[in-house]
């Protein structure tokens, strides 16, 4: 992977004032980690990005013995086109507030550019 396609997803993440954690990135993965407000028992499953540079999720599920953090890993692992295996909760497992890691694998239908359109439109879905 080139310096410039990790410069082109800092500069994304920049754009829509996200803050990412931990971009570790090579010829074959991609992986960082991201903010996000859980916003769980609502009646319309969306995600917005905050003042803050957190990403707001909102889904249906209520926070009952771990079935939101599990909806929230679905919706992003759907958002992004990985599998739920690929999103990980990094911290906050109890808390509103938790930050998610994210595993890309390369393949060769799925190079950096793919995903790279598919975190730019999760990004800028508004």
Known sequence: MSTS???NL???FQSCKVQAYKIEC???YLSFELNIW???G????????????EIIIYIKERPIDGQANKAFIKY???????????????RGSKSRFKRFSF????????????YFKKINLFLNND
Not at 42 to 53: L, Q, T
Not at 76 to 90: E, H
């Open 5 to 7: 396609e990790v410069s």
């Open 10 to 12: 800092e500069e994304l």
């Open 26 to 28: 090579s010829d074959s």
């Open 38 to 40: 859980a916003k769980p």
């Open 42 to 53: 609502a009646k319309v499953e969306k995600s917005i990005v905050g003042d803050e540079g």
């Open 76 to 90: 992003l692992a759907a958002q992004l086109s990985i599998t739920k295996s690929s999103v990980s909760l990094s």
């Open 103 to 114: 595993q890309f694998t390369f393949t060769d239908r799925k190079d950096f550019d793919y």
